[in-house]
């Protein structure tokens, strides 16, 4: 598991890394991410999944960041989580709100097995790329309290991939990238700003209103002022 | 990771051992499985994932089953795994026919991280149910060269899932079961018929023909066609 963003560092050239899997939400993080991937001349191909998040304003942004990357693929997959309930993020009870953001519980917005999902897909579509890589856009620090946004739960499923593919058993590398992980809000701010992003394509709140306007006072919404605050950056977002 | 039939023996009584998930696919192996779960006092919890497969027949299996399982509930759920191609079972490709049932290498009827993926989601759903038991039909001996159903793959999943999960965190169990592991398909079809399983509602081919009969020359049909002989028993699907 690989979680520092300088690991693979060197001459940045297009192309010259192979292709990589990076899994793409329309926030804030993982644009950032798959931008990191894509400075150390990663291939981009992107996967966005459609979970049954309650905001559906995400997968446009998933849209608008995959073009401004300039993936070569960006592939939308249903993988319906509401189904089995469990979470305010995919439906049922309400987004909590002006929760302090040093809470150290487990919030209602965490998505059961939600990273899992996600990676085994990533790491599906990797294996029929003969891709070894994969980028995440987990962080640990202003990481909400969810647990597969942990060190140990991405190192426990990078030992899992070597076993669960035909590429693992022939001896492949499979590695899962997550550049931000010890990163703090303001740091992965500064660092997409310094890669030229437009953090106004991007998308973080857990309840937006129809028209896509962020609440204000979800943890996201609150992680994501409190981060341009700190980086003393102007949130795109809100000036448009 | 458990794959001891008779380690959860002991009296069996519907209702003793708190709820399972068990994934359902219509095919024999899984059935076995949900049958020994329920035989065992599990309530069930019945997962069956349309992932892009050829053979949609086996979904019409899948809930024959689930019904004479009795399962409390049924959940049928699309991961169309198809998107990514590799694999002759979701098309692209022709299913191989007629292959030594004794060769080595992994098959182009291997789905890359299938088991990963349904693993993953029978978690989520047991994590929601708070439900500590998740059973699969995997069987090791007559495998077809699948890396995702080894021992050592689940064993990894088992570690994983300790700590994906808000309930691992907080120290709950989490148990793979894979009671068909070292069995033989003779073996699996004795245990199912001693528990009273009408294998006939089961659906087995890779590459059924329009109207549902199985082809005779997949592996699949190999395998099974080889295990009815080898437990002195005639297959009830072929004699309708």
């Known amino acids: 598991m ?10 940045p050239r297009a192309g010259s ?7 793409l939400s329309g926030g804030l993080d993982s644009y950032t991410a798959a931008a990191i991937a894509r400075s150390h001349g990663y291939r981009l191909f ?12 995400e997968l446009r942004s998933a849209r608008a960041v995959a073009e401004a990357l300039q993936v070569a693929r960006h592939l939308e997959l249903d993988v319906d989580l509401s189904v089995f309930g469990g979470s305010s993020l995919t439906g049922g009870q309400p987004v909590p709100k002006d929760r302090p953001l040093d809470a150290r519980e487990i919030p209602s917005t965490y998505v059961p097995a939600r990273n899992t999902v996600f990676l085994a ?25 969810y647990p597969d946004c942990r060190p140990e739960f991405l190192a426990a499923f990078e030992r899992l991939a070597s076993l669960a593919t035909a ?22 701010i500064r660092t997409g700003l310094a890669l030229g992003l437009d953090y106004g394509l991007t998308h973080s709140c857990y309840d937006p209103a129809p028209d896509g306007r962020p609440c204000g006072r979800c943890d996201s919404c ?19």
């Open 2 to 11: 690989v979680s520092d963003p300088s690991t693979n560092s060197g001459s």
């Open 17 to 23: 890394r192979g292709d990589a899997v990076v899994l």
């Open 46 to 57: 992107a996967l966005t999944l459609r979970y049954g998040q309650r905001h559906a304003h």
């Open 121 to 145: 897909l990533a790491m599906a579509w990797a294996e029929v790329l003969a891709a070894e890589d994969v980028f995440i856009g987990v962080n640990v620090l202003d990481y909400s309290g």
């Open 167 to 188: 590429r693992g058993v022939q001896g492949g590398a499979f590695r899962i990238h997550a550049p931000l992980l010890q990163m703090t809000k303001a740091e992965i």
């Open 222 to 240: 609150a992680l994501r002022a409190a981060g341009f605050a700190q980086a003393r950056a102007a949130d795109p977002l809100l000036s448009r």
